[in-house]
């Protein structure tokens, strides 16, 4: 029987390593979906691989997304966050939101979203184990921690690096470099800790969620562990992501955004 319902229409903001492999999904067809728009900081140099898509989204600044599209998938640098989401909530629309950790500093978008009927989803991301963590939020969480080992090349430049005067340059044995919560976890590693910031909101929120982070020469994987204690289970579980071409932004970031829009529509949707 033909399915006659509208497409859910669909942009992406952002064509680095996310939002390039989204696109190409997207256009290779995704049960009840159509990419209608894609958003980068320098058009010229996707307009060729763009083009050349089965069906070529358009290509326009971030400013027009909201307006063309049902959902918009942000895979930006962190501080676009606000332009990109903003104007989809206040639509009533779908945000799908990678650069998790700067919805830290603008929880404003959480309550713009439910006065205007709009929504907010975070994908698992680079993460593992939300489905598990957002069961057991339903009970009561004693306790939540991310350790992450990640190789040197994934978090030179970080700000609490820079700040803090921090060499890892060099390092030959695996250094603790910071530990604390999510909250600062993610002001200190804006581009790296996206995760402990996605645990945080699925769990205890960001000010008691435990946050470690390693860098350790003697891993080529991005790792991220997550110990929980709830009433209702103890967990621990663990991912060793293969970077992609951008080393801060393990592979599985993507298939997991791709997974997550798969299921909006799909006939049969499997996991919380
Ligand atoms: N939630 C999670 O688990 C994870 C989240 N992330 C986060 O996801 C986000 C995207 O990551 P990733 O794909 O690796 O990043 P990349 O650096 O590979 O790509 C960023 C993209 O944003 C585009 N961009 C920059 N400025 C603008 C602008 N003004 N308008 C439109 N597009 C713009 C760039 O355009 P151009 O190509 O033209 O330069 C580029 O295509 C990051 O914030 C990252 O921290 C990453 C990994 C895991
Ligand atoms: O592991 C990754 O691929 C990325 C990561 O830590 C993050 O953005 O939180």
Redesign the pocket.
């Known amino acids: 029987m033909a399915d006659n319902r509208a497409k859910t229409r669909v942009a992406v903001a952002g064509l680095g390593a996310i939002g390039t492999d989204v696109v190409k999904a997207l256009d290779q067809g995704i049960e009840g979906l159509t990419l209608v728009a894609v958003s980068a900081n320098s058009p010229d140099k996707h307009r060729g691989w763009v083009a050349e898509l089965k069906s070529a989204p358009k290509l326009v600044p971030i400013g027009q997304l909201a307006e063309i599209a049902d959902i918009v998938v942000e895979c930006a640098p962190s501080t676009l966050v606000r332009s990109i989401v903003a104007p989809v909530v206040e639509r009533g629309k779908t945000a799908v939101v990678l650069s998790v950790g700067a919805l830290l500093q603008n929880e404003d978008l959480v309550d713009l979203a439910k006065a205007h009927g709009g929504q907010i989803i975070v994908p698992t991301?680079?993460?593992i184990g939300l489905d598990a963590v957002t069961a057991a939020a339903v009970g009561t969480i004693h306790s939540a921690k991310l350790v992450?080992r990640?190789p040197v090349a994934?978090l030179v430049g970080a700000p609490h690096l820079v700040g803090n005067n921090i060499r890892i340059e060099g390092i030959t044995e695996p250094l603790r470099i910071f530990e604390g919560s999510a909250r600062d976890a993610a002001k200190g590693f804006p581009?790296?800790?996206?995760?402990?910031v996605a645990l945080s909101l699925a769990g205890i929120g960001p000010d008691r969620t435990r946050v470690e982070i390693w860098a350790d020469p003697t891993v080529t994987r991005?790792t991220?562990r997550i110990e929980v204690d709830s009433d209702s289970a103890r967990f621990s579980m663990m991912i060793e992501?293969i970077?992609s071409e951008n080393p801060?932004?393990?592979r599985?970031?993507a298939l997991s955004v791709i997974a997550c829009l798969r299921k909006l529509r799909a006939s049969l949707r499997i996991g919380t």
């Open positions: 991301g680079a993460l992450t990640k994934g581009a790296n800790l996206n995760v402990a991005n991220h992501n970077p801060k932004t393990g599985i970031t």
